[in-house]
């Protein structure tokens, strides 16, 4: 695939996926969907790939769904799938990073909040501005609610009003906020320190972080007992420990 709203570069085993489309506000329209699910299938087929970092160009990191194509009549467009994005993410064995560098409403708040870690400039402003056009942030919902106190995902979904990015990180919608000047430095610190991980443990500890949450603690136990053995027996696992008695890196380092 040719890609026309993003760009990719690989560097040092990080990928970076960046949202081009500045003209129409990096929109997740049916072409944005469809780019960022290659750029990211390919990323999970990818052995060299050890991180993956979304970020933007332009003022906006993502506007949400293309609203020229949800009102077009054409069936096809306007049922547009934005899970098929969050849910890679969500799924992938490789951990992804947002910087977000732009304001984030809508599904594009989604996006943000469906990274594993997400650092925002201070000044974004965020928002579910669904309500304000007669809709509902249903899909997003799913990504965001687990992430925020009740009270206060009624709060913000309700009333759809805008939110700066201190607050966004306040809501745990995304990790951090920072200065617009600091955003690099701390983006750089974050994907120093994982790929430090072993691809099998980092892969592991995802999975941990999606499932864990939504066992009972009778089923978790010997759950996790039986994941954590597997793997100390894994050649990554004891790769792992015997580069720390040996006092050298692992070979994934």
Known sequence: MTYERITTDLQDGVLTIT???????????SAMVAELCDAMDKAEADEA??????TNIGRVFSAGADLTERTSGDDELTGVDLTMVFGRII?????YVGRIDGHAIAGGLGLAASMDISVTRADAKYGFSEV????????????CLPKMR???????????NRFDGTEAARLGLVTD???????????????ADLVLGG???????????????????????????????????SPEGQEGMAAY?????????
């Open 19 to 29: 949202l081009v489309d500045v003209a129409n506000r990096n929109v997740l329209s």
């Open 49 to 54: 790939v050890r991180v993956v970092v979304v």
């Open 91 to 95: 799924r992938s064995a490789k951990p």
């Open 132 to 143: 304000r056009l007669g809709l509902a942030p249903a899909m997003i919902s799913v990504i």
């Open 150 to 160: 009740r009270a206060e995902a009624a709060s913000a979904l309700l009333r759809g």
């Open 177 to 191: 906020a920072v200065h617009p000047g600091d955003l690099d430095d701390r983006i750089e610190a974050i994907v």
């Open 199 to 233: 691809p099998q443990a980092l892969a592991v500890t995802k999975r941990l972080l999606r499932e864990v949450p939504t066992r009972d603690l009778e089923d978790a136990l010997p759950w996790a007992s039986e994941l954590s053995a597997s793997v100390f027996a």
């Open 245 to 253: 008695l040996e006092k050298r890196k692992p070979n994934w380092a």
